[in-house]
């Protein structure tokens, strides 16, 4: 029998969706001071999309539904529903039993959220993957999501400038013909990044911009180089790495240090800013739409964030 450390994941399907209200800078700095050329030049971001009455659970839908529809699975052989997310639409119930009424999931599976920040979606594949381990049915639906737009301080352009509102959603199965490897961390702080939980009007993002950009460019590496050491391979025989979108310049000095051209660093942030548990899973779903993923290839995605958190993963496709 197959060692259960040996069963790697194949991804059947991705979908994800953006919010239609596009923010770009220039309508930012008609609420705080800043302009589009900072923002471009420190961190890559041209626009972002943020929700307009559409609950958290409302875009984990939309990309649920269309992650779903692209499977052709039926839903009656999905093992689990995990959602990432430190932005839910309420404390409870989750996102994810929202979720299991929406999309009509039966009611004999797990479903709940989790929340490791921006590293989410890798800590909910690894911990989906588990749960297809101890089952009898195939399939697991992933998701990352977020409603970052509500949590923002508006008046603090270190922070509101950054951030976005998406979804991403993958249906997943164990296969043991695919390589995969994970790699997650955690270390208590609530120094570098925070959003307290307290009246909603207080319930802000708080950051320390030059600490989380540190942590983000020593992580990234510790990351990938540990996925590479797990599973024996080298960054050579990477097709793409596909990291969190935070900020390009983290992406570039990531590039640099590890000695990898820009082109293998899949990049959207311009597009939706940092959206965090979503980031990765977004960009998986539009990299398939343009057909950069191609069957065989191998992908090393990496996630950091409030926690801290990080986390790295050898995904085969
Ligand atoms: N527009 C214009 N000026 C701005 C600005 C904005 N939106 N935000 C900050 N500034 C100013 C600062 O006030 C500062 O001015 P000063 O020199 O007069 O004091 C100057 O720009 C430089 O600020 P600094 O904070 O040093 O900029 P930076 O190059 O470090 O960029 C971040 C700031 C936030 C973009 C950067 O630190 C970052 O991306 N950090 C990581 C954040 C992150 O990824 N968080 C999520 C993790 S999951």
Same mark, same amino acid.
């Given at each position: ?177 695919? /390589?995969?490897?994970?790699? #997650?961390?955690?270390? %208590? *702080? ?5 959003? +307290?939980? !307290?009246?909603? @009007? ?61 082109? /293998?660093?899949?990049?959207? #942030?311009?597009?939706? %800013? *940092? ?5 990765? +899973?977004? !960009?998986?779903? @539009? ?31």
């Amino acid at each position: 029998m197959m060692k259960p450390e040996m069963k790697g994941i194949h991804v059947v399907a991705t979908g994800h969706y953006a919010p239609g209200n596009v923010v770009t800078n220039d309508d930012l700095s008609k609420i705080v001071e800043t302009n589009d050329e900072w923002i471009r030049q420190r961190t890559g971001i041209e626009r972002r999309h943020f929700t307009e009455g559409e609950k958290n659970s409302d875009i984990a839908y939309k990309a649920a539904k269309m992650a779903l529809e692209k499977s052709g699975i039926d839903v009656n052989d999905l093992a689990a529903l995990v959602v990432a997310t430190f932005s839910p639409d309420y404390f409870v119930p989750s996102v994810a039993c929202i979720l299991q009424r929406e999309l009509e999931l039966p009611t004999d599976m797990p479903c709940f959220d989790l929340n490791a920040a921006c590293s989410g979606f890798l800590y909910a594949i690894q911990v989906a993957r588990g749960l297809l381990l101890q089952s009898r049915k195939r399939y697991a639906l992933v998701i990352g999501s977020e409603v970052i737009s509500k949590v923002l301080d508006m008046d603090d352009r270190g922070t509101c400038i950054l951030f976005g509102d998406g979804a991403g959603a993958a249906v997943i199965e164990l296969d043991e013909t695919k /390589k995969y490897f994970s790699y #997650l961390g955690a270390e %208590g *702080n609530e120094e570098y990044i925070y959003c +307290p939980n !307290a009246d909603e @009007e207080k319930r802000k993002v708080h950051m320390d911009g030059a600490k989380v950009f540190k942590f983000a460019v020593s992580t990234v590496p510790k990351c990938i180089n540990g996925v590479l050491e797990e599973s024996g391979l080298s960054k050579d025989d990477i097709d793409y790495f596909v990291c969190h979108q935070a900020n390009k310049r983290i992406i570039e000095s990531v590039a640099q240090r590890l000695d990898i051209p820009m082109e /293998k660093f899949y990049i959207n #942030l311009q597009e939706y %800013g *940092n959206t965090s548990a979503a980031s990765i +899973p977004i !960009a998986l779903s @539009e990299m398939e739409e343009k057909g950069l993923i191609k069957k065989g290839m191998k992908l090393i995605c990496v996630g950091f964030g409030a926690g801290l958190t990080w986390g790295g993963a050898l995904i085969e496709w």
